[in-house]
């Protein structure tokens, strides 16, 4: 799909939720908008479009080493999600360019290690995508010099915002059916050698079915974290386990254990436990139930265990966990009330206004649904029924008339009653279910089977098993001589605690006017226990020798059944008269089931309700109306004692046929096992073949649809291994390759014709300014790239038409050329061929103008001292725009004059410098222009290595967008040593930056410098200074010494990391935050410095960590105005004033974990009513006293 086809189909999708918004500009779903820049220049822009197939979205969220983005596949029509492997550390994306780019080559071997690490990462979540408890993983894509994680999207709120729906936590019922797919996706995945590292509630998408789904691997951010030593950084407090915060963590099941019973903790007690790292400081964690969690003490133990800081206390198995806290859920549902008719409520549907008789239990949890049009049944919508009574009212008994039964012999027995009917009723209903999927047993509703019952282990739907076969019928007993035939009439009342059985007595019946009157009736009263005893005396004895017959089919004698007991029918309805029936079937009759209290089921083909009775269920039963035959009898079935005493009888005879058999068997068997291994030996290799041949066929045809033909052809290859002539891989075959030829031939097109368009926007530019020697070469070089295009030839023709022009000397080929002091330096140049090595004699080059370069050139000197360029003229002695890649060595370059000039400037190049001098760059205070050594400006980028910059007003200015790398350099005697500004992001490394006239670096804007291993010693202002917006860099295991002013100074909104770096000697402090500036500061040495070691002032609020303050002149650290830092673990020691000074208009901030010991005042002087939080800090040896604080001094 072309460009311009994605964005014609694709216009009025919206960014935010991947939905048809219209025309409109605010998003009628989601209300997002999608307008104006980006959040941050470093994400993709929306509706990039990612390996021709993945739409890009809005930026979900962003981590230190991902970025992670709502996509919309262009080919299924699908959300996804789309991780992107970013270390924002290491790695840079420039605005325009969605390619990365290391912010310096020694990091290229972590980043490779983190993007190995990445892509294995989304193989492993590949292999095991079709857990239900898991986001399903569709693989990964390299683009843009990095990779990408693809992940299903899963609908619905994470496991807080759930909670919070529920009044901020759930009873462990319910908690169990959301988490139990978790934790078998977890026990799968560790199987897999594959471990979350970041489990906590936000990574937990709750289902529209109310089932858990774990999102968001974190195994390659662990690694670099780990790798690099900040993984105690990344933790998750409350949620991470104790091994995060170890210097060598061990980490295995046991870690993603702790991290799951955290997220079960919060959500039954709607608490976090404990954050680790407070706990290893003996804060104990107090059990869930005093957060108010209604659980078990099984559970709460089982909870405890998998919480244990020590790793080897804990579960070392996902297994093992889950089965514990399956097992006190089980026992936690058993303490439960026992009678199944208490457990049972009856509720409308809100769609179909059925009532439904359902378990309380399912009601509550939202997990069942309507029997008629399979809607959620819910609890709370008002429409729960009290439970049906547990002795329900028998229907009204009907007029009988004695005389007009003949040819009917009616059993009349007594019926149990009816409360324990309904409770034996309820238990008989249920059944123990194997899951097809994990093998556990479940106890479930028979209703329930192949509709909406559950797993409770894994969560898979439950079928309903292929029902068994019914018993052989017992051979009927044999039919008298002569029978009369039966005359239909009016059915008997029956009584109101008795239930007819309607035994019929011949095999078919006549019409009524053909039937003369039978001799007698046969009346037969089983038993008769009476509920009154009038009724007994009104009864007749039955006869002496009546003759039982053979029961009816079973589905005629279970219509008489029904409609003996349906209640509807009016007291003096009678019984409509069948006409004529055919002569029953000579197949042998089925045996008549107890006719007991009758249950309602549904139909599941055809949802029609049918009566049936508690044997006729459990021994399979079939639809009146469909024919379709459903449920089957559960494995253990109460047995009564004649089928006990047969199945006795039937076991010794199978013992004695086994007997006899034994030897057959195993002759047999043996046989069977030698020809099975044979068999097994060829089908096995057959199998191996075809499953790897269709392996590479499921493979290759995958990545032939997403257009990554060089993987897809290669998987084609493998597979013709297998079946050398299968013609479909021969023609794929021949479709990659040409796929491929085709693009390889697209993309040198396009890059020669982007070659040629940015040629002659060159050209035409110089051509319009009037520089036309200039533009001549520049359109001779784009006509190499295109022979015979015109306009090229009618712009040279143009160019060459004066005559009076004079002569040019054909440009030579690369190679090298030498050039004597004197000789025109520009002309050599623009005469060379791109990629020549032009060497400069011993002497100085004077420039009339500046010297400019538009080529990829090679210059070599003699020596900066012995090989000078040298201009008086304004602007700049050398300006290197569009070169592509130059060099330069052992030259010295120098401004000469009053006139305003850089001199030299990079822009939009490579140049790399070695053994260079820079000097003599003049600022213009008015136009504030001009004025550096060395510029690197536009996108430019680069090397300086071991050159001088002296005598300048800024010796090295890197603004704009450029990334050049500082090493090894001499900066001394400028106004400022080093400026960095705007959204630049340079690498010093190794630099000598001393005894400039104001600060050694100034940090401005957004720039994002990298500065390491520097020495900023003896400037006259400050060695280091920040004005800049958020995130101005790192500043790692530099020397800051000696400097007049400050150390270091952060002002306005500045965030750098400042770690490992010697802070010493400095005037007036060693480090000072004003107004809103923050960041981190941590394992340095800010010592003896001749005012205070840190003042933190205004509204700032940085983080200082284990930093060791000592030796300084003044306050080892002064917190004042309303600043809100957050001082934690450092050593403040031997300093001249307090250890910590307190001076806040208003509260903030904490200070804690602190050792403050051996200072010349207190230990902590509080000097105004605002204080920090004050937390565990120790207080020792201090002169002045352990704690001062003025308001209680004044009382």
Same mark, same amino acid.
């Given at each position: 799909?072309?460009?311009?086809?994605?964005?014609?189909?694709?216009?009025?999708?919206?960014?935010?939720?991947?939905?048809?918004?219209?025309?409109?500009?605010?998003?009628?779903?989601?209300?997002?908008?999608?307008?104006?820049? /980006?959040?941050?220049?470093?994400?993709?822009?929306?509706?990039?479009?990612?390996?021709?197939?993945?739409?890009?979205?809005?930026? /979900?969220?962003?981590?230190?080493?991902?970025?992670?983005?709502?996509?919309? %596949? #262009?080919?299924?029509?699908?959300?996804?999600?789309?991780?992107?492997?970013?270390?924002?550390?290491?790695?840079?994306?420039?605005?325009?360019?969605?390619?990365?780019?290391?912010?310096?080559?020694?990091?290229?071997?972590?980043?490779?290690?983190?993007?190995?690490?990445?892509?294995?990462?989304?193989?492993?979540? $590949?292999?095991?995508?079709?857990?239900?408890?898991?986001?399903?993983?569709?693989?990964?894509?390299?683009?843009?010099?990095?990779?990408?994680?693809?992940?299903?999207?899963?609908?619905?709120?994470?496991?807080?915002?759930?909670?919070?729906?529920?009044?901020?936590?759930?009873?462990?019922?319910?908690?169990?059916?959301?988490?139990?797919?978790?934790?078998?996706?977890?026990?799968? &995945?560790?199987?897999?050698?594959?471990?979350?590292?970041?489990?906590?509630?936000?990574?937990i998408i709750v289902g529209r079915d109310g089932l858990g789904t774990l999102v968001d691997f974190t195994a390659t951010r662990f690694e670099l974290?780990?790798?690099?030593?900040?993984?105690?950084?990344?933790?998750?407090?409350?949620?991470?386990?104790?091994?995060?915060?170890?210097?060598?963590?061990?980490?295995?099941?046991?870690?993603?254990?702790?991290?799951?019973?955290?997220?079960?903790? !919060?959500?039954?007690?709607?608490?976090?436990?404990?954050?680790?790292?407070?706990?290893?400081?003996?804060?104990?964690?107090?059990?869930?139930?005093?957060?108010?969690?209604?659980?078990?003490?099984?559970?709460?133990?089982?909870?405890?265990?998998?919480?244990?800081?020590?790793?080897?206390?804990? !579960?070392?198995?996902?297994?093992?966990?889950?089965?514990?806290?399956?097992?006190?859920?089980?026992?936690?549902?058993?303490?439960?009330?026992?009678?199944?008719?208490?457990?049972?409520?009856?509720?409308?549907?809100?769609?179909?206004?059925?009532?439904?008789? =359902?378990?309380?239990?399912?009601?509550?949890?939202?997990?069942?649904?309507?029997?008629?049009?399979?809607?959620?049944?819910?609890?709370?919508?008002?429409?729960?029924?009290?439970?049906?009574?547990?002795?329900?009212?028998?229907?009204?008994?009907?007029?009988?008339?004695?005389?007009?039964?003949?040819?009917?012999?009616?059993?009349?027995?007594?019926?149990?009653?009816?409360?324990?009917?309904?409770?034996?009723?309820?238990?008989?209903?249920?059944?123990?279910?194997?899951?097809?999927?994990?093998?556990?047993?479940?106890?479930?509703?028979?209703?329930?089977?192949?509709?909406?019952?559950?797993?409770?282990?894994?969560?898979?739907?439950?079928?309903?098993?292929?029902?068994?076969?019914?018993?052989? *019928?017992?051979?009927?007993?044999?039919?008298?001589?002569?029978?009369? *035939?039966?005359?239909?009439?009016?059915?008997?009342?029956?009584?109101?605690?008795?239930?007819?059985?309607?035994?019929?007595?011949?095999?078919?019946?006549?019409?009524?006017?053909?039937?003369?009157?039978? *001799? $007698?009736?046969? =009346?037969?009263?089983?038993?008769?226990?009476?509920?009154?005893?009038?009724?007994?005396?009104?009864?007749?004895?039955p006869p002496p020798a009546a003759v039982e017959e053979a029961p009816a089919a079973g589905r005629e004698a279970k219509e008489r059944i029904t409609?003996?007991?349906?209640?509807?029918?009016?007291?003096?309805?009678?019984?409509?008269?069948?006409?004529?029936a055919a002569p029953p079937a000579p197949a042998k009759p089925k045996p008549q089931p107890h006719a007991g209290p009758l249950t309602p089921l549904?139909?599941?083909?055809?949802?029609?309700?049918?009566?049936?009775?508690?044997?006729?269920?459990?021994?399979?039963?079939?639809?009146?109306?469909?024919?379709?035959?459903?449920?089957?009898?559960?494995?253990?079935?109460?047995?009564?004692?004649?089928?006990?005493?047969?199945?006795?009888?039937?076991?010794?005879?199978?013992?004695?046929?086994?007997?006899?058999?034994?030897?057959?068997? +195993?002759?047999?068997?043996?046989?069977?096992?030698?020809?099975?291994? #044979?068999?097994?030996?060829?089908?096995?290799?057959?199998?191996?073949?075809?499953?790897?041949?269709?392996?590479?066929?499921?493979?290759?045809?995958?990545?032939?649809?997403?257009?990554?033909?060089?993987?897809?052809?290669?998987?084609?290859?493998?597979?013709?291994?297998?079946?050398?002539?299968?013609?479909?891989?021969?023609?794929?075959?021949?479709?990659?390759?040409?796929?491929?030829?085709?693009?390889?031939?697209?993309?040198?097109? @396009?890059?020669?014709?982007?070659?040629?368009?940015?040629?002659?926007?060159?050209?035409?530019?110089?051509?319009?300014?009037?520089?036309?020697?200039?533009?001549?070469?520049?359109?001779?070089?784009?006509?190499?790239?295109?022979?015979?295009?015109?306009?090229?030839?009618?712009?040279?023709?143009?160019?060459?038409?004066?005559? &009076?022009?004079?002569?040019?000397?054909?440009?030579?080929?690369?190679?090298?050329?030498?050039?004597?002091?004197?000789?025109?330096?520009?002309?050599?140049?623009?005469?060379?061929?791109?990629?020549?090595?032009?060497?400069?004699?011993?002497?100085?080059?004077?420039?009339?103008?500046?010297?400019? +370069?538009?080529?990829?050139?090679?210059?070599?000197?003699?020596?900066?001292?012995?090989? #000078?360029? +040298?201009?008086?003229?304004?602007?700049? =002695?050398?300006?290197?725009?569009?070169?592509?890649?130059?060099?330069?060595?052992?030259?010295?370059?120098?401004?000469?004059?009053?006139?305003?000039?850089?001199?030299?400037?990079?822009?939009?190049?490579?140049?790399?410098?070695?053994?260079?001098?820079?000097?003599?760059?003049?600022?213009?205070?008015?136009?504030?222009?001009?004025?550096?050594? #060395?510029?690197?400006?536009?996108?430019?980028?680069?090397?300086? @290595?071991?050159?001088?910059?002296?005598?300048?007003?800024?010796?090295?200015?890197?603004?704009?967008?450029?990334?050049?790398?500082?090493?090894?350099?001499?900066?001394?005697?400028?106004?400022?040593?080093? @400026?960095?500004?705007?959204?630049?992001?340079?690498?010093?490394?190794?630099?000598?930056?001393?005894?400039?006239?104001? %600060?050694?670096?100034?940090?401005?804007?957004?720039?994002?410098?990298?500065?390491?291993?520097?020495?900023?010693?003896?400037?006259?202002?400050?060695?280091?200074?920040?004005?800049?917006?958020?995130?101005?860099?790192?500043?790692?295991?530099?020397?800051?010494?000696?400097?007049?002013?400050?150390?270091?100074?952060?002002?306005?909104?500045? @965030?750098?990391?400042?770690?490992?770096?010697?802070?010493?000697?400095?005037?007036?402090?060693?480090?000072?935050?004003?107004?809103?500036?923050?960041?981190?500061?941590?394992?340095?040495?800010?010592?003896?410095?001749?005012?205070?070691?840190?003042?933190?002032?205004?509204?700032?609020?940085?983080?200082?960590?284990?930093?060791?303050?000592?030796?300084?002149?003044?306050?080892?650290?002064?917190?004042?105005?309303?600043?809100?830092?957050?001082?934690?673990?450092?050593? +403040?020691?031997?300093?001249?004033?307090?250890?910590?000074?307190?001076?806040?208009?208003?509260?903030?901030?904490?200070?804690?974990?602190?050792?403050?010991?051996?200072?010349?005042?207190?230990?902590?002087?509080?000097?105004?009513?605002?204080?920090?939080?004050?937390?565990?800090?120790?207080?020792?040896?201090?002169?002045?006293?352990?704690?001062?604080?003025?308001?209680?001094?004044?009382?």
């Open positions: 799909m072309s460009d311009k086809d994605i964005g014609t189909t694709l216009k009025h999708l919206c960014m935010g939720c991947m939905r048809n918004k219209g025309p409109v500009k605010t998003c009628p779903h989601c209300h997002w908008e999608e307008s104006g820049p /980006l959040q941050y220049l470093h994400h993709l822009p929306l509706r990039t479009v990612l390996n021709n197939r993945f739409l890009i979205g809005r930026v /979900l969220s962003e981590g230190k080493f991902s970025i992670t983005y709502l996509a919309y %596949n #262009l080919r299924t029509r699908q959300k996804l999600i789309i991780k992107e492997f970013y270390p924002r550390d290491i790695a840079r994306r420039n605005v325009g360019n969605p390619n990365l780019a290391l912010a310096d080559l020694k990091h290229e071997s972590d980043f490779n290690f983190g993007l190995g690490k990445f892509i294995e990462e989304g193989m492993a979540l $590949e292999k095991i995508k079709y857990l239900p408890g898991l986001a399903r993983g569709q693989g990964s894509v390299r683009a843009n010099g990095t990779a990408y994680q693809l992940t299903e999207f899963i609908e619905g709120p994470h496991l807080q915002e759930y909670l919070a729906g529920k009044g901020g936590q759930v009873s462990f019922h319910h908690l169990v059916r959301i988490l139990t797919p978790v934790m078998v996706a977890l026990e799968k &995945a560790h199987e897999h050698h594959v471990l979350h590292h970041d489990i906590y509630p936000e990574n974290a780990q790798k690099w030593n900040i993984l105690s950084s990344l933790s998750r407090p409350g949620y991470s386990p104790p091994e995060f915060y170890s210097k060598a963590p061990q980490v295995g099941p046991w870690s993603d254990i702790y991290s799951l019973a955290a997220t079960m903790f !919060f959500a039954l007690s709607g608490q976090a436990p404990t954050a680790a790292a407070e706990r290893l400081r003996k804060k104990p964690l107090p059990p869930p139930h005093e957060f108010g969690a209604d659980v078990t003490g099984e559970t709460e133990t089982v909870l405890l265990k998998a919480l244990s800081l020590n790793p080897r206390e804990r !579960f070392q198995t996902m297994k093992a966990f889950k089965e514990s806290i399956l097992e006190s859920w089980y026992a936690w549902e058993r303490k439960k009330p026992s009678s199944a008719v208490e457990a049972f409520s009856r509720a409308k549907c809100p769609y179909c206004g059925v009532v439904n008789e =359902v378990l309380r239990t399912d009601l509550e949890t939202g997990t069942t649904t309507c029997f008629a049009c399979h809607h959620p049944l819910v609890a709370d919508d008002g429409t729960i029924l009290p439970a049906p009574s547990a002795e329900p009212v028998s229907p009204a008994p009907r007029p009988v008339e004695p005389e007009a039964v003949p040819a009917v012999k009616v059993r009349i027995k007594q019926a149990p009653s009816r409360k324990a009917e309904a409770i034996t009723s309820a238990k008989e209903a249920f059944t123990l279910v194997p899951c097809l999927a994990c093998g556990v047993k479940n106890e479930v509703l028979i209703s329930d089977l192949g509709t909406i019952a559950l797993c409770v282990e894994c969560g898979a739907r439950l079928p309903a098993p292929s029902p068994s076969p019914a018993p052989a *019928p017992a051979p009927p007993s044999p039919a008298p001589p002569e029978l009369s *035939p039966e005359i239909p009439v009016a059915e008997a009342p029956p009584p109101p605690a008795i239930s007819p059985e309607i035994i019929q007595e011949s095999a078919r019946a006549e019409a009524p006017e053909q039937i003369a009157a039978p *001799p $007698e009736n046969l =009346v037969e009263i089983s038993e008769g226990v009476y509920d009154h005893p009038r009724d007994a005396g009104s009864e007749t004895a409609r003996a007991e349906e209640p509807q029918r009016s007291p003096g309805e009678a019984i409509a008269e069948p006409g004529p549904d139909c599941p083909e055809c949802r029609s309700r049918n009566y049936f009775t508690i044997e006729e269920i459990l021994g399979g039963v079939t639809c009146e109306k469909c024919g379709y035959r459903f449920f089957s009898q559960p494995a253990e079935e109460k047995k009564s004692m004649d089928g006990i005493r047969r199945e006795r009888l039937r076991e010794k005879r199978r013992q004695g046929r086994k007997l006899m058999l034994t030897w057959v068997s +195993i002759i047999v068997g043996a046989v069977m096992l030698t020809g099975g291994i #044979l068999a097994y030996r060829f089908i096995q290799e057959d199998r191996t073949e075809s499953r790897a041949y269709r392996h590479y066929i499921e493979q290759a045809d995958r990545l032939f649809e997403e257009g990554n033909y060089p993987e897809a052809l290669g998987n084609y290859r493998s597979a013709l291994v297998l079946e050398p002539e299968e013609p479909y891989l021969i023609a794929q075959i021949r479709e990659c390759e040409r796929l491929l030829l085709e693009f390889e031939k697209k993309a040198d097109e @396009q890059k020669q014709q982007n070659l040629l368009s940015g040629q002659l926007n060159r050209a035409d530019s110089l051509f319009a300014a009037g520089d036309l020697e200039a533009a001549r070469l520049a359109y001779e070089a784009a006509l190499l790239a295109s022979p015979e295009d015109p306009y090229i030839l009618s712009r040279l023709g143009e160019i060459n038409k004066p005559a &009076a022009a004079p002569p040019r000397a054909a440009a030579t080929s690369p190679g090298r050329i030498s050039v004597p002091s004197g000789a025109n330096l520009q002309a050599t140049i623009d005469r060379a061929a791109p990629s020549s090595v032009i060497h400069l004699g011993e002497g100085i080059f004077t420039l009339p103008k500046p010297l400019r +370069i538009s080529k990829s050139l090679e210059l070599r000197g003699a020596g900066p001292n012995h090989t #000078l360029i +040298i201009s008086s003229a304004g602007e700049a =002695v050398l300006l290197i725009q569009d070169a592509g890649e130059l060099s330069v060595a052992n030259i010295g370059f120098e401004h000469q004059g009053e006139a305003w000039a850089d001199v030299l400037r990079v822009s939009n190049s490579a140049a790399n410098f070695n053994n260079c001098m820079f000097k003599g760059g003049v600022y213009n205070q008015e136009q504030r222009s001009g004025g550096s050594g #060395l510029v690197f400006e536009g996108n430019s980028r680069g090397k300086v @290595q071991n050159s001088r910059f002296n005598g300048n007003y800024i010796a090295v200015n890197a603004r704009q967008r450029s990334q050049p790398l500082l090493s090894g350099n001499e900066i001394w005697g400028n106004h400022i040593g080093v @400026q960095i500004s705007e959204n630049a992001r340079p690498v010093l490394k190794s630099n000598r930056i001393r005894e400039n006239f104001n %600060n050694g670096i100034a940090i401005l804007d957004q720039a994002q410098p990298e500065i390491e291993a520097n020495q900023v010693i003896d400037n006259k202002a400050n060695g280091l200074f920040f004005y800049g917006a958020k995130f101005n860099g790192t500043i790692r295991n530099n020397q800051v010494l000696n400097n007049r002013d400050l150390g270091i100074l952060l002002t306005n909104e500045s @965030q750098p990391t400042i770690e490992d770096n010697k802070i010493q000697w400095n005037g007036m402090g060693g480090i000072q935050y004003n107004d809103r500036a923050s960041g981190i500061v941590r394992y340095n040495v800010i010592q003896a410095n001749k005012s205070g070691g840190v003042k933190i002032t205004n509204s700032s609020h940085p983080t200082l960590k284990e930093n060791i303050i000592k030796g300084n002149h003044g306050d080892g650290i002064e917190i004042s105005d309303k600043a809100a830092p957050t001082v934690d673990g450092n050593e +403040i020691i031997q300093n001249n004033g307090d250890g910590i000074s307190l001076l806040l208009s208003s509260p903030g901030g904490f200070v804690r974990n602190n050792i403050c010991k051996g200072n010349q005042g207190y230990g902590i002087s509080i000097l105004k009513p605002a204080r920090p939080t004050l937390i565990n800090n120790q207080l020792q040896g201090n002169y002045e006293g352990v704690l001062y604080e003025e308001t209680a001094a004044a009382n």
